[in-house]
Every structure is written in structure tokens, then in C-alpha cells.
């Protein structure tokens, strides 16, 4: 179900211990690779980061987290919603944000590819931030498995990341303390499913148009980019 939701003052853009303002409001992306809304909804909050000044965050969501390593077959399963009309849908809205698309016919296990992104994580933003859209591209762009760890290793590679520390990372399962962590904390703000979106003390659950959180992110008070060179000249 989709709806916003406001959260309590200490999830307000900015707050800090001392009840002092940050001026860059905080935007927690709640997501999981296998989810093709959270895909279309990471290329709206990447425009608006654009033109718009906040902290993204990227917050991994494991929705399936007992789902077998092999993954699914799209057409064994009768609940997942996949639907003509969700094709569609999801078809026309890539072509409207100008995103590359293909539903893949089966849901890979992605506990796999989120370690991966956390090795990324901690070798800085942005490489993480490289990682995490070749992830998402190499599923819904390319139809990739990624949940195989050899798709995964050669993203890794193309990437610029370490292989020999990802392959270590996967075989020692060593991010998953941190995944769990970071699903107990979606599941704290109310969230059971991806895309989600914590903006300021403002919590959206569903896919939302650029608009919706562009709306979203103003009420924040957020500077655009540029305003301060506007107001210098």
C-alpha cells in the first residue's frame, strides 16, 4: 500500500543533539535490487540530487530474505503482482524517465549483490554510488542475474572494486550483521516493502512521481543548486 507518513522531530531534516539546523536535509532511500520501482524511483531521486541539495543515503531493504540462492522463476510464482498491467506500467514509466528497462523473467536472490554494494560502501561514496547503479542496471538494464556470484565478481571488476575482497566478503557472508541491521531499522519506521523514501520527518512507502518528491524535499526548505551563487551575483 502506498501513503506518506510524517515521522517524529528526530527524523527532521537536519536535527541535531543540540536542537541546532543542518542546512543539507537527509534523504534515506530504502531499496532492494530486485524491486523495479525502487529502480525507477533511484533515477528520479538521482535527477533531482542534481539540481536539488540534500544527503542521500542508501539504505539496502533485503525483502526476500529466505528466498533459496538459485532465486525464482517469475512464472512458479501466482502472488508477486507481476502482472500485464505492472508490465505496462513499468514500461511507460521508464520511457518516460529515459531509463533503460527490461522485467527480467525470474527474481534472483539478492543478498549476494547487497554485500557486494556494502564492500563498495566502505571504500567511499562514490564508488558505492557506482556500484549500486550498475547493480541496478545490470538486472533491470541487461537482465543480468545478480544473484550469480560471477555476474556479481565481473560488475565488481568493471567497477573498480577489489575482487579478491568481494570474493572473500561473499564467501565469509561478512555483510550480513549489517544488512539485518539495516532491515530492523526499515522495519522500526514502519516499512515491510520497497520503494520507501525518508525525507526530512516525511515518510513516503510506494513509487511517487519526480514532482511528488521534488514537493517533498522543498518542504524541507532544501536550496536548489546555484541559489547561493544567485544570490552573490
Sequence with gaps: MEENRDRGEEHAHGATEHGATEERPRVLVFF????????????????????????????????????????????????????????????RAAEKERLPLTVPGFLPNTHKALSVAEVARDEGDA???????????????????????????QLARESGLDTEIVTAALHEDRYADRLHQFRHVALHLGIDATPATLICNELIIGSRPTEVLRASLERCGVRVHGDEEALES
Excluded: K, N
Design 32 to 91: 532492494d535490487y530486485a524491486c523495479p520501482f525502487c529502480y525507477l524511483d533511484q533515477s528520479r531521486i538521482d535527477s533531482l540530487a542534481s539540481e536539488i541539495d540534500f544527503e542521500m543515503v542508501l539504505v539496502p531493504f533485503e525483502l526476500r530474505p529466505d528466498m533459496p540462492e538459485e532465486g525464482w522463476q517469475i512464472s512458479e510464482l501466482e502472488a508477486e503482482g507481476h502482472s500485464d498491467r505492472v508490465h505496462d506500467h513499468l514500461i
Design 127 to 153: 564508488l558505492h554510488r557506482t556500484v549500486h547503479r550498475e547493480i541496478f542496471h545490470a538486472y533491470f538494464g541487461r537482465g543480468l542475474d545478480i544473484g550469480d556470484e560471477g555476474v556479481l565478481l
